[in-house]
C-alpha cells in the first residue's frame, strides 16, 4: 500500500459530515488496518507531516493518533528512522489431541443454560408473578430521589457496609414485625439484591457439594435450578392441601429445607399451624435449617395476611428471606434475609465478600419510603387492586367454561391456578404465546414433570381491569383447539 493508496484507503473510511470526531475515525480506521493485516508488520508509515497534508486534518491529530495507537502497542517508533506496524504475531501451540475441541461450558453451566426458562416477555396478559408497576407511587419516590440525592455524601455513593444500610435495616424490621410477627431486630437484616441472591448466599455458607436440600414440589424453577447449579442433591418433598409433607420426602436429613408457608409457590395453599409445628421439629430433630420465602404473602384477599413461620420459631431454625420486587417493581432488584441471631454476623459479611454491594442511594430513599407510611399505604392500595383484577378473571373464566376447569391457589398473590385434567399445558401455553397470550405451565414446577399436574399460571396483576376478559377470550380460543 503506497503512501496515496493508504490516504485514499482513510478517505474513503472518514466522515466529515456527521460522523464522530476525526481523531476516533482516524484512529479505527488504522487500528482496523493494522488488526485484519491491511497494513503489515514491519510496514513503514507516513510521516505525521505528510499524512495530515493528504487527508486535510491538522498534524496534530494525526501524532495523537499515532500515539495512542503506539501505545496500545500496534506501532512502534525508531528513533532517526520512523514510525512502523508492530509485529502483533502470536505463536501458535498446539493443544494435545485429546483438547481440540471447540471450547464448551462446564457442566455446571450447561445445566444452568439448558434449564433456563426466562420468559422474553414480562408484562402483559397472563404473566404471573409481575406486579402492576405502573401504579408505582412514581411521585412520591421523585421526591425521595431528590432529597437523598440532592445532599449525597460520599460514602453513599460507594460500597454498602456489610448488611446494607442500617436505616432501611431498622425500617424493615419494625415493618416485618408488625405486618408479618417476624421476631427481628435490624442486625439480623441483611440486604441483597431479590430472592435469587438470598439462596444463593444461603447456600454458598451453608452447604458443601454433594449436600441435600429438600424443596416443596412443585416448586418455583429458578429456585431449582440454582441450587443444582451449586451441585446439591435436591430431595422433592410433595405439597398438599396443608403444605409441604417433610414425611414423604426421602434420602438422607437435609442441610436446609426449603419452603413458602404463608403462599404456597404455585398451587398458592397455606401451611396449616399443625404442619407448621411439625416442620420445626423435624429441623429441630436434623440439626437442619429453615429457608422460609415469604412469597406473595402481603397479598391476601378477603382474610389478614397469614403470619409468619419465623415468628413461631424460638430456637433460631428459620431463615427469612422476602423481595421488594412484588410489592414495589422488580427493577429495583432489592431483597432481604433475616438470618438468625448465630448466622447474622456470618451473612452480613457474606454478602459483602461474595457480591460487594452498593445502591446506597436507592436504600436510603427506600427506609424514608417504608418510615413514612408509603409503602404500607402502597401494600393496601395494591391489594384493593389486584382483588378486584383476581375476580374480573374469575368471571372470565367462568363466561368461557362456566365450572368444568376448576381453579386453585386464587385467595392471595398475584396469579390462579387453571387446572386442565389431561391436557398437555406446555403445548397450550406454547400456542398462548403465539396468540399473544403469556402463561406458565404449571407441570413445569414439578421435580419430575411427567408425573405433576396439568394446567396454566394464569397472573392478573398486570393486567388492566377491563383488558382481562378480551385476553381471556383468546385464551380460551386456545384451550379449545386442545380439547378444554
Known amino acids: 500500500m503506497t503512501t496515496i493508496a493508504l490516504s485514499d484507503w482513510l478517505l474513503a473510511r472518514i466522515n466529515r459530515e456527521d460522523g464522530p470526531p476525526l481523531h476516533r475515525q482516524l484512529h479505527e480506521a488504522l487500528l482496523a488496518a493494522v488488526l485484519e493485516g491491511e497494513l503489515p508488520a514491519g510496514r513503514k508509515l507516513p510521516s505525521s507531516r505528510l499524512l495530515a497534508r493528504e487527508l486535510g486534518v491538522a498534524r496534530n491529530t494525526v501524532i495523537d493518533v499515532y500515539e495512542t495507537l503506539a501505545a496500545q502497542g500496534c506501532l512502534e517508533t525508531r528513533h532517526g528512522s520512523g514510525t512502523y506496524v508492530a509485529d502483533l504475531s502470536v505463536e501458535r501451540i498446539a493443544p494435545p489431541e485429546a483438547e481440540r475441541a471447540a471450547p464448551r461450558l462446564s457442566a455446571r453451566g450447561a445445566a444452568v443454560v439448558e434449564g433456563a426458562r426466562v420468559f422474553p416477555r414480562q408484562w402483559g396478559a397472563f404473566m404471573p408473578g409481575v406486579p402492576d408497576v405502573t401504579e408505582f407511587p412514581t411521585r412520591v419516590w421523585a421526591r425521595l430521589h431528590n432529597r437523598h440525592w440532592n445532599r449525597a455524601a460520599p460514602e453513599r455513593l460507594s460500597y454498602a457496609p456489610a448488611g446494607g444500610l442500617p436505616a432501611l435495616r431498622t425500617a424493615l424490621a419494625e415493618h416485618l414485625r408488625t405486618a408479618r410477627g417476624v421476631r427481628c431486630e435490624p442486625w439480623q437484616i441483611v440486604m441483597t ?137 422488580p427493577g429495583m432488584r432489592l431483597g432481604y434475609i433475616v438470618a438468625p441471631p448465630s448466622l447474622a454476623a456470618a451473612f452480613a459479611e457474606g454478602v459483602a465478600e461474595l457480591y460487594r454491594e452498593g445502591q446506597l442511594q436507592q436504600q436510603a430513599m427506600l427506609a424514608d419510603f417504608i418510615a413514612e407510611g408509603h409503602f404500607a399505604a402502597h401494600i393496601r392500595r395494591m391489594r384493593g387492586l389486584y382483588s378486584r383484577r383476581r375476580q374480573a378473571l374469575l368471571e372470565a373464566i367462568r363466561a368461557e367454561f362456566g365450572e368444568t376447569l376448576p381453579v386453585m391457589g386464587d385467595n ?39 408425573a405433576g399436574q396439568s394446567g396454566l399460571l394464569l397472573g392478573y396483576a398486570c393486567v388492566k381491569e377491563e383488558a382481562i376478559a378480551p385476553a381471556f377470550a383468546t385464551l380460551a380460543g386456545v384451550l379449545r383447539r386442545f380439547g378444554a
Open 193 to 329: 439484591t431479590g430472592i435469587h441472591q438470598s439462596i444463593d448466599l444461603t447456600a454458598r455458607l451453608l452447604t458443601d457439594t454433594g449436600d441435600t436440600v429438600w424443596l416443596e414440589d412443585p416448586c418455583y424453577w429458578g429456585l431449582r435450578h440454582s441450587l443444582q447449579s451449586l451441585g446439591l442433591k435436591l430431595r422433592p418433598a410433595p405439597v398438599d392441601a396443608e403444605g409441604l409433607n417433610w414425611s414423604c420426602a426421602e434420602g438422607p436429613a437435609p442441610r436446609f429445607i426449603v419452603a413458602t408457608p404463608s403462599h404456597q409457590y404455585p398451587l398458592g395453599m397455606v401451611m396449616t399451624l399443625p404442619r407448621r409445628q411439625a416442620l420445626l421439629e423435624q429441623a429441630r430433630s436434623h440439626g437442619s435449617w429453615i429457608i422460609e420465602d415469604d412469597y406473595d404473602s402481603e397479598f391476601r384477599y378477603g382474610t389478614r395476611p397469614i403470619t409468619s413461620l419465623q415468628g413461631l420459631d424460638r430456637e433460631g431454625l428459620v431463615i427469612y428471606v422476602g423481595s421488594l420486587s412484588k410489592t414495589l417493581f
Open 412 to 450: 392471595a398473590g398475584l396469579h390462579l391456578i387453571l387446572h386442565l385434567p389431561g391436557l398437555d399445558d406446555r403445548a397450550i401455553a406454547q400456542a398462548a404465546v403465539e396468540a399473544g397470550i403469556a402463561t406458565r405451565p404449571l407441570s413445569g414446577y414439578y421435580h419430575s414433570p411427567g
